[in-house]
């Protein structure tokens, strides 16, 4: 990435320096391909006199060499002396795992906040956080071998799109025909699906109401 936008900001200046612009027009442009490209712009050493328009630019080799041996390097500090490197790296992928956990539960599970007075409640509201973050975990580890591309939350976000309706048929004799039936699947949801290698459960048998009362049918 840096590579591409260094080679654009370095294009976009080579273009400024062959247009006539006056001094004014030609800070507004230096300072929009730098807001452009800020990483890259670290990179290039521009001189432009106090006066005048004329300006040149040249890479800035130390900078770059100095990028490039910080590329692909994580440091860890840490008080536990004497402990094995791979080992203390676990340690730190196991806090980053639990931090995560927490945040799922808190924000897209909805486990905070809790306005129940009642402890039961509030057991309950837990457990059924808890059951959700289970589901979540067991999602995230089915996505690694079968589509690692796709994260879990992209996943839900777009199978909650698939609703349940109750279709209501008025009959004659002042009965109603309940049909339950799920939103029929687009494309990227039937993409999905089957490449979880999950399969929707069958439509639920229609009801019909009769004496006030909800019966079951089978049609």
């Given at each position: 990435?840096?590579?591409?936008?260094?080679?654009?900001?370095?294009?976009?200046?080579?273009?400024?320096?062959?247009?006539?612009?006056?001094?004014?027009?030609?800070?507004?442009?230096?300072?929009?391909?730098?807001?452009?490209?800020?990483?890259?712009?670290?990179?290039?050493?521009?001189?432009?006199?106090?006066?005048?328009?004329?300006?040149?630019?040249?890479?800035?080799?130390?900078?770059?060499?100095?990028?490039?041996?910080?590329?692909?390097?994580?440091?860890?500090?840490?008080?536990?002396?004497?402990?094995?490197?791979?080992?203390?790296?676990?340690?730190?992928?196991?806090?980053?795992?639990?931090?995560?956990?927490?945040?799922?539960?808190?924000?897209d599970l909805g486990l905070r906040p809790i306005?129940?007075?009642?402890?039961?409640?509030?057991?309950?509201?837990?457990?059924?956080?808890?059951?959700?973050?289970?589901?979540?975990?067991?999602?995230?580890?089915?996505?690694?071998?079968?589509?690692?591309?796709?994260?879990?939350?992209?996943?839900?976000?777009?199978?909650?799109?698939?609703?349940?309706?109750?279709?209501?048929?008025?009959?004659?004799?002042?009965?109603?025909?309940?049909?339950?039936?799920?939103?029929?699947?687009?494309?990227?949801?039937?993409?999905?699906?089957?490449?979880?290698?999950?399969?929707?459960?069958?439509?639920?048998?229609?009801?019909?109401?009769?004496?006030?009362?909800?019966?079951?049918?089978?049609?």
């Amino acid at each position: 990435m840096r590579r591409r936008q260094l080679k654009r900001l370095w294009s976009r200046l080579k273009r400024l320096s062959g247009m006539r612009l006056n001094r004014e027009a030609l800070l507004m442009k230096l300072g929009a391909a730098r807001a452009n490209a800020p990483t890259a712009w670290r990179l290039i050493d521009i001189k432009l006199p106090p006066k005048g328009v004329a300006f040149s630019f040249e890479l800035n080799h130390q900078k770059l060499r100095e990028v490039r041996r910080r590329e692909g390097r994580y440091l860890l500090r840490t008080n536990l002396c004497g402990r094995d490197p791979a080992e203390l790296w676990q340690f730190y992928i196991q806090l980053v795992e639990i931090e995560a956990a927490f945040k799922n539960l808190k924000d897209d599970l909805g486990l905070r906040p809790i306005y129940h007075q009642l402890e039961q409640r509030i057991e309950a509201h837990i457990f059924v956080a808890f059951m959700a973050y289970c589901l979540h975990v067991t999602l995230r580890v089915r996505l690694k071998s079968l589509a690692g591309g796709i994260t879990a939350r992209a996943v839900l976000d777009k199978l909650a799109a698939i609703q349940m309706l109750d279709v209501h048929f008025p009959t004659i004799d002042g009965r109603t025909l309940i049909l339950s039936r799920y939103t029929e699947l687009n494309s990227d949801q039937k993409l999905l699906v089957s490449q979880l290698k999950l399969s929707l459960p069958p439509q639920p048998p229609p009801r019909i109401t009769t004496s006030g009362q909800l019966a079951s049918t089978r049609m």
